[in-house]
């Protein structure tokens, strides 16, 4: 089995760090990870400045890119193989619910994916690298499991895989689960700069909107490890009939009918 990891957090960070310790026995193992922090570049590529790969000294690949560049480029010439997996993580932190919109985390899981492999996101839920062994462990079982059902090198799949920071005699089932949802984020922070100029800071993402049972936010909360399938088609399909109605409008509407 060949694995490729990557992560959103860089290449020194104590995630990807677990889980190549925690995977390297198992499979033949590469990390190509970002050189710097890229937390919520989601899926984004560099297409107008060069992208440089550096080994550090642990033998991990670092890229001056995104998370999505580093599985991207490793697909597409740097390795001289195909993964059987794409993994991506231990992210400090979770990704569930609108999160998966912006993480970079699932982006690189998501890259894997697009290239038509499977593919999987691994996050811990707080973000204080509290009980990463057993988050890096729950890991590796998962993988093993897979593996051993003919999943790994089969058909492209996409998890988002969010672990409680627990004790792993403390943790929970894994259980499926849809998506959640959070309020809008808080408002964005001002500052002025030394020179007298506003800044502007994103704030903090927003508490839990749809947290009910059946949600990543639920499962959690309860100590349980929460895999959700993801797909990458953002078609509207259960309103198609009704657009299918109002473009008829507008087409009428402005002449093209």
């Not at 080994?55 to 740097?78: E, K, M, Q, S, W």
């Not at 990543?216 to 078609?235: C, E, N, R």
Request: proline share 4%.
């Amino acid at each position: 089995m060949k694995i490729l990891i990557s992560n959103d957090d860089g290449f020194q960070a104590p995630g990807v760090v677990a889980l190549y310790e925690a995977l390297k026995d198992i499979a033949e193992v590469e990390v190509v990870a970002p050189e710097h922090n890229n937390s919520a570049k989601s899926n984004a590529l560099t297409l107008h400045s060069p992208l440089y790969v550096h080994r550090a000294a642990n033998g991990f690949r670092y890229v001056n890119g995104t998370p999505a560049d580093c599985v991207h480029i490793a697909l597409t010439g740097l390795l001289d193989y195909r993964p059987d997996l794409v993994v991506s993580g231990i992210n400090n932190g979770a990704n569930m619910g609108d999160d998966t919109i912006y993480s970079g985390t699932v982006g690189a899981a998501m890259e894997g994916y697009l290239f038509g492999i499977p593919s999987i996101a691994f996050s811990q839920v707080q973000k204080d690298w509290l009980h990463l062994d057993a988050a890096a462990q729950k890991a590796r079982e998962m993988v093993l499991q897979m593996a051993n059902l003919s999943l790994v090198g089969s058909s492209a799949w996409l998890l988002n895989v969010n672990i409680p920071n627990l004790p792993t005699d403390q943790m929970g089932h894994v259980k499926l689960c849809r998506l959640g949802r959070r309020h809008a984020a808080e408002p964005v922070i001002t500052q002025k700069s030394p020179r007298g100029e506003t800044m502007y800071w994103i704030g903090a993402a927003g508490a839990a909107k749809d947290d009910a049972d059946g949600t990543d936010f639920h499962a959690t909360s309860l100590g349980h490890i929460a895999i959700t399938p993801l797909k990458v088609d953002l078609t509207d399909h259960d309103n198609l009939g009704y657009w299918a109605q109002t473009t008829v409008r507008l087409s009428s509407g402005m002449g093209l009918a």
